[in-house]
């Protein structure tokens, strides 16, 4: 009957350890971006904004062999000033990081940018899979 109540509890631990590790991963409120890809930088054509589109990478743990790894988990649009720091950006939604590999930008005006998000399909051509249009003034 000991034997039960030690294996019984011994589980229970071992929950209670894995619940605490999920709870406290989902009440993280900004993700731990550790590295960053830029993928391409544009300036307008009279030289007045930069952009950089930029992959995000985060630093997750896997649990149950507790081992730290590197996921994709998003994209952003870093844009200001050419010669100054970019802090500004845009997070580009509706996308998954992890499957871009190419983005080309048109400037229409000084201000607005179309980003070009590329995939390239089964002739390994490019192909637009996602346009982003943005007013950096209105930003």
Do not use: C
């Not at 590790?21 to 960053?36: A, H, T, V």
Request: aromatic share 12%; no cysteine; charged share 20%.
């Amino acid at each position: 009957m000991k034997k039960w109540l030690w294996i019984m509890l011994s589980f229970g631990v071992i929950f209670l350890v894995f619940m605490m590790n999920y709870f406290l991963d989902k009440n993280e409120k900004q993700p731990n971006m550790i590295r960053n890809v830029s993928l391409t930088t544009s300036t307008s054509p009279n030289k007045q904004n930069i952009v950089e589109v930029k992959k995000m990478y985060k630093q997750t743990t896997d649990y149950f062999d507790y081992e730290q790894k590197q996921k994709a988990d998003s994209l952003r649009m870093y844009y200001g000033q050419p010669g100054s720091t970019l802090n500004q950006y845009k997070e580009l939604q509706g996308i998954q990081p992890s499957m871009i590999h190419d983005v080309n930008v048109h400037w229409k005006s000084e201000q607005h940018v179309i980003i070009n998000i590329m995939k390239t399909n089964h002739q390994h051509k490019n192909k637009v899979y996602k346009r982003f249009n943005y007013n950096l003034s209105e930003m």
